[in-house]
């Protein structure tokens, strides 16, 4: 079974993406990197920059 993501991750990050195209890669740590300019929340920031990977993976 796979991860389970609310809508409010899946909406934040395809906004995200759509805003940042060139800095989000498919690589969680950079997308971190990045995403700590943006999301205070560690944990939020964490399964965005998860999600966003996953989704650049699969494009």
């Known amino acids: 079974m796979g991860n389970i993501r609310t809508t409010f991750i899946k909406n934040m990050s395809k906004e995200l993406v759509e805003k940042y195209p060139d800095e989000l890669t498919s690589d969680f740590q950079k997308n971190k990197e990045f995403l700590k300019k943006v999301i205070d929340s560690k944990d939020l920031r964490n ?11 699969t494009k």
């Open 47 to 57: 399964r965005i920059a998860g999600y966003i990977a996953k989704l650049k993976k």
